[in-house]
T-cell receptor
């Protein structure tokens, strides 16, 4: 079990550029979540996948944001035309599913985005 | 609407002493779960402990225990015998298990814990 991995760990980009982040969940986990965390705040939910299906998107996820999980394994989060307000830590988490449904979410190390 | 409130922005504790981090929650759901996570300065969220709304016993995991008072809607984290490595941000989070919920976590603002030698 190698844990949840995210790439890159840090990204500095200029306003208006597009960025893409990748998340590799724990292999047997079929649920994958994206959260955004700004300084001094708790994480905010962005979107959720069960296998390859994107089941919910937060209203925080504007049209500039898109997420995919094409084969139900890794996921990508793309931000188009980045704005300074997009600067944050982007966290990915994965979990199992089952009848108990109390399974905790395991988080990756995050991708810290800085938009200049 | 669901909400998590952590009223202690910062806490200090002496090494080897116990500390309680407060968490209150608001939900109209009958079935839900409460989680505590630790976030060191490195940024990664580390799961600590879980309490289900129907669990009668307070959850314990090593030095961590959860003081669950359902009627008061509180789920305080107790860390016993604090260690220097416990210095971190601590987040309380909640998830609803009602049908149709996507199981996303709702988070508090966190409490910064500093353990003094």
């Amino acid at each position: 079990d190698t844990g949840v991995s995210q790439d890159p760990r840090h990204k500095i980009t200029k306003r208006g550029q597009n960025v893409t982040f990748r998340c590799d969940p724990i292999s047997e986990h079929n649920r994958l979540y994206w959260y955004r965390q700004t300084l001094g705040q708790g994480p905010e939910f962005l979107t959720y996948f069960q296998n390859e299906a994107q089941l919910e998107k937060s209203r925080l996820l504007s049209d500039r944001f898109s997420a995919e999980r094409p084969k139900g394994s890794f996921s990508t989060l793309e931000i188009q035309r980045t704005e300074q307000g997009d600067s944050a830590m982007y966290l990915c988490a994965s979990s199992r599913s089952g009848s108990g449904d109390s399974y905790e979410q395991y988080f990756g190390p995050g991708t810290r985005l800085t938009v200049t | 609407a669901q909400k998590i409130t952590q009223t202690q922005p910062g806490m200090f504790v002496q090494e080897k002493e116990a500390v309680t981090l407060d968490c209150t929650y608001d939900t109209s759901d009958q079935s839900y779960g409460l989680f505590w996570y630790k976030q060191p300065s490195s940024g990664e969220m580390i799961f600590l402990i879980y309490q289900g709304s129907y669990d009668e016993q307070n959850a314990t995991e090593g030095r961590y225990s959860l003081n669950f008072q359902k009627a008061r809607k509180s789920a305080n984290l107790v860390i016993s015998a604090s260690q220097l490595g416990d210095s971190a941000m601590y987040f309380c989070a909640m998830r609803s298990y009602n049908a149709g919920n996507n199981r996303k976590l709702i988070w508090g603002l966190g409490t910064s814990l500093a353990v003094n030698p």
